[in-house]
């Protein structure tokens, strides 16, 4: 049946997909619904004038005060010379926006001028040099949670911006603190950072530093890590002594993110890898290498039933998995903190935060050389007056495994079940799960998503 609505929609949507690509002056030139009563048929007609093919031109600066030219050219990443792309336009203002040297960024296309050389206007608005941040919160891994956090976006002289964070909850008090330098031409940027830490986890107590210096790029998918690290533990596990060791790595870190939303995917997959090289310090100087992979993948199923032009889906499977790596000989003397525990909110639910690790003679628990882990995850939407709510239920099947040899790996299992609601700030976790090695049932909460 026509529609004067439906005939209004179809048109809009005509030149919306006119205009986001290469054609932004695109315009409706003539439209004609001619009713026949007698017949009660409509006959439809409708002309879209293109206008010319526009390209990206040069980025027109209007704002700054405090940053030079150069440096937010090389956040915005604009394709100068590419096709004129909406979604595109909005990539570069998210990543100007995302870089924390603005408070609001808004771009636009000039279409006055040349068409295959069109300035994009960006009108911004440069945020504080410095930034203060107190932080308080909770969660089931950690507990209560207080932090302090202090940004500097352009140290004197250097030029550099400085990230400094301290951090308390329960068992894990952490200060730190981060230099990045400008990226360059190819988006890679100098990155160095210290970091003291107290962790006391499954009477294991650990007291680390760590010194790190490298390169880091960072794209709209990709994101590659070359650096060179220190690691020095101190770690105490019950009745036994103190263990002292140090290293020092050469690391590559490689993760590639293709979710449909970054914030509350649906669909995709991530994919992280990371390689590194190292030599234990002391009196004993033993060679070791350590890798890490993880990948998480959202599978969706079959369509459930349509509602307001869309699709909802019977839900999605949420698939995890991790497998990790520490080879030296048996007797090198390698930092716990280059090893590997698991366990927790969002690895194996059923068990404590890093509570799955190498069980020693005092029922302490301690980092081990290999790990695996994996997830599956049932998520479907609830379903209100046809249409998919905010809310999804979830059941699963967590397990994973620390030890200090390949054949020594034993999975320990948690199942369960909970509910997700997409909030504006991302998913808010809640869930109950069964320890099957524990037999306790435990309960997670976490929000937000990353990878």
Do not use: C
């Amino acid at each position: 049946p026509f529609t004067q609505d439906a005939w209004d929609d179809a048109k809009t949507q005509a030149l919306r997909n006119l205009t986001v690509q290469r054609f932004p002056t695109g315009e409706i030139s003539n439209s004609l619904a001619d009713i026949d009563p007698d017949t009660q048929t409509a006959q439809l007609n409708v002309t879209l004038a293109s206008g010319p093919a526009y390209r990206f031109g040069p980025l027109d600066l209007r704002g700054l005060q405090r940053y030079n030219a150069e440096l937010v050219s090389r956040l915005a990443q604009l394709p100068t010379g590419a096709d004129y792309s909406q979604a595109q336009l909005l990539q570069t203002q998210q990543r100007l926006a995302d870089s924390g040297y603005f408070d609001s960024v808004f771009l636009t296309l000039d279409t006055s001028g040349d068409p295959q050389a069109a300035p994009v206007v960006a009108q911004l608005r440069e945020a504080k040099l410095q930034k203060l941040v107190l932080g308080v919160g909770f969660s089931t891994d950690s507990g209560p949670r207080l932090s302090v956090e202090h940004t500097h976006h352009q140290l004197p002289w250097l030029q550099w911006r400085a990230i400094s964070k301290l951090s308390l909850d329960k068992d894990t008090q952490t200060l730190g603190t981060e230099l990045t330098g400008p990226p360059d031409a190819s988006n890679w940027r100098w990155v160095t950072s210290a970091q003291v830490q107290h962790q006391d986890l499954s009477a294991t107590i650990t007291n680390s530093q760590r010194l790190r210096a490298g390169r880091t790029q960072g794209n709209d998918h990709i994101d590659r890590n070359v650096y060179l690290q220190y690691d020095h533990a101190l770690t105490t596990s019950g009745t036994d002594p103190t263990i002292a060791s140090s290293a020092i790595s050469a690391n590559y870190a490689w993760t590639r993110r293709d979710f449909d939303d970054i914030r509350t995917p649906t669909q995709g997959y991530g994919v992280a890898v990371e390689l590194g090289g190292g030599l234990t310090l002391g009196a004993d100087r033993q060679p070791y290498t350590r890798t890490l992979t993880r990948w998480l993948g959202y599978v969706p199923l079959g369509k459930l039933l349509p509602g307001d032009g869309l699709f909802m889906r019977a839900g999605r499977l949420a698939l995890r998995a991790e497998a990790a790596a520490v080879v030296a000989k048996a007797d090198a003397n390698v930092p716990s903190t280059q090893e590997f525990l698991t366990g927790g909110d969002t690895t194996v639910r059923g068990y404590g935060y890093q509570e799955i690790g190498v069980v020693g003679s005092s029922g302490s628990v301690t980092a081990g050389r290999y790990m695996a882990s994996g997830s599956f995850e049932w998520q479907r939407p609830i379903i209100v007056n046809g249409k998919p709510s905010a809310w999804e239920t979830a059941l699963f099947v967590d397990a994973g495994a620390v030890a200090n040899t390949v054949k020594a790996l034993e999975a320990k299992v948690g199942v369960g079940g909970g509910v997700r609601w997409r909030s504006p700030v991302g998913p808010v976790q809640i869930d109950l799960a069964y320890g099957v090695a524990t037999r306790k049932v435990r309960l997670h909460m976490s929000v937000g998503f990353s990878f």
